[in-house]
């Protein structure tokens, strides 16, 4: 008999199994952890994350990730479960095993071609904009890219004008009338007293140029937090002196988040319509608006429906200014 022939004649019950380990798949469920406490996370270093149990300043613990959350990103603002040790104690290790929904997001990018998301702040009611009235001058192009980050985050803008002593805000205040946006204004030989009662018993995320007095405000409002500070360079410049982004407890409740300072704010992750959405009253009209649209009018988007809500008196021409003045600044048209 052939070679061949061997072969036709075998069936399944001349198939020899090796023993060794079973084939059954591994359970993919997980432990439920219905012991695990809330907390919020407070501070990143390393691989290890700082959260205050149940939002407590005084009950801080210091946790990993647990291995089953794999690479899911874990930022300042975010509220976990803890499971272990939760005590504590010096030496001691909680493990995370699980990450809530986030009610909002404040996302950057290197650069507009940068197309990798970093995660600033979690959960975070109100984005603190703080930008100087001099040394160094207002820079008109960075708080358009923050309050377009804020619009498509889920954050309420706050633009926090320090250095009054040195200039006077009317013209800048003035610039962005037509967005409703609130604006406080700070001087160095006075207490942000308004500040601080606009930003209490909530999360509050502080972004800035570095060198417009932000770790001075920080300081202001936390007392214990002892934040560095630094001259301004002769160039007009700030020294960088946050350099990780912080949740610090305010006296009468709440948190402000120190984010580092930052000269350069992408947005390669936001799309037109996302900054349109922050204008209920163009909303509809831009959904008339062709696919692609980037609502910036002539000569960039000539078929854009947006000057129809101006002429219909949907919307006023300066809100429709200030929309595009944003769009401008997310497309890198507008200089910062």
Not at 168 to 187: F, G, K, N, Q, W
Not at 247 to 267: E, K, M, N, Y
Not at 305 to 321: I, N
Request: aromatic share 2%; with cysteine; hydrophobic share 40%.
């Amino acid at each position: 008999m052939s070679r061949r022939e061997d072969w036709r004649n075998l069936d399944e019950s001349d198939v020899r199994v090796r023993p060794g380990r079973g084939s059954r798949p591994r359970s993919k469920r997980r432990p439920e952890h219905a012991d695990a406490v809330r907390a919020m996370v407070i501070g990143v270093d390393r691989g290890r994350w700082t959260c205050a149990v149940d939002a407590d300043a005084d009950s801080q613990v210091t946790a990993m990730r647990a291995r089953e959350l794999g690479r899911t990103p874990v930022v300042v603002g975010d509220q976990v479960d803890l499971v272990g040790d939760t005590s504590g104690a010096p030496d001691t290790l909680a493990r995370i095993v699980r990450v809530a929904d986030r009610s909002s997001v404040l996302r950057r990018t290197a650069d507009d071609t940068d197309l990798y998301e970093r995660v600033v702040v979690a959960n975070a009611k109100t984005l603190l904009i703080v930008c100087s009235l001099a040394d160094p001058p207002p820079r008109t192009g960075f708080i358009d890219r923050c309050l377009v980050a804020a619009y498509a985050g889920g954050l309420e803008p706050l633009l926090c004008l320090t250095k009054a002593d040195l200039a006077e805000p009317d013209e800048l205040i003035a610039a962005y009338a037509e967005l409703e946006l609130s604006v406080m204004v700070t001087r160095h030989d006075q207490e942000p007293d308004e500040l601080r009662e606009r930003i209490a018993d909530e999360v509050s995320a502080m972004v800035g140029h570095s060198g417009v007095g932000k770790s001075t405000l920080v300081n202001r409002l936390v007392p214990d937090a002892h934040r560095k500070t630094a001259a301004v360079s002769g160039v007009g410049k700030g020294r960088h002196t946050s350099v990780a982004a912080v949740a610090l407890p305010l006296p009468g409740g709440g948190w402000v988040v120190d984010t580092p300072g930052i000269r350069s704010f992408g947005l390669a992750h936001i799309e037109p319509d996302d900054i349109v959405a922050a204008f209920p009253e163009l909303v509809e009209m831009a959904e008339e608006c062709p696919s692609g649209c980037g609502h910036l009018g002539a000569p960039d988007d000539p078929d854009c429906a947006l000057d129809g809500a101006v002429a219909d008196g949907t919307a006023s021409p300066g809100r429709l200014a200030s929309l595009r003045r944003l769009l401008s600044s997310r497309a890198g048209v507008a200089e910062e």
